[in-house]
Nanobody, 122 residues
Framework: QLQLVESGGGLVQPGGSLRLSCAAS????????IGWFRQAPGKEREGVSC????????DYADSVKGRFTISRDNVKNTVYLQMNNLKPEDTAIYYC???????????????WGQGTQVTVSS
């Protein structure tokens, strides 16, 4: 069965860094685009970043551009989201998902992970 599992979330101070992992099983993740999404309390789900199946193309929300980096390890069948210079506004549950194409629109994704909590607070 297709499955994505996020990990790496936690509590970090403003300005700190975290690296989230999205591990795929039941399929080879480099045959799919992978997106990262987040949802904070009281806010709608936001598309944070995506990476194409080939890893040639990446996209980022303006709010994270220059701070977050998405990457793929084909050997480990894992996609990462490196988050630097974290801000309290980044606090959310982060989800990864698989789709045919790279998109930050959640409706394009059929397979989702369970989410991992990221809290940025002093």
């Amino acid at each position: 069965q297709l499955q994505l599992v996020e990990s790496g979330g936690g509590l970090v101070q403003p300005g700190g860094s975290l690296r989230l992992s999205c591990a795929a099983s039941g399929f080879t993740s480099n045959n799919y685009a992978i997106g990262w999404f987040r949802q904070a309390p009281g806010k709608e789900r936001e598309g944070v970043s995506c990476i194409s199946a080939s890893s040639v193309y990446t996209d980022y929300a303006d709010s994270v551009k220059g701070r977050f980096t998405i990457s793929r390890d084909n050997v480990k069948n894992t996609v990462y989201l490196q988050m630097n210079n974290l801000k309290p506004e980044d606090t959310a549950i982060y989800y990864c998902a698989a789709a045919r194409i790279c998109s930050r629109l959640s409706r394009n994704y059929n397979t989702w992970g369970q989410g991992t909590q990221v809290t940025v607070s002093s």
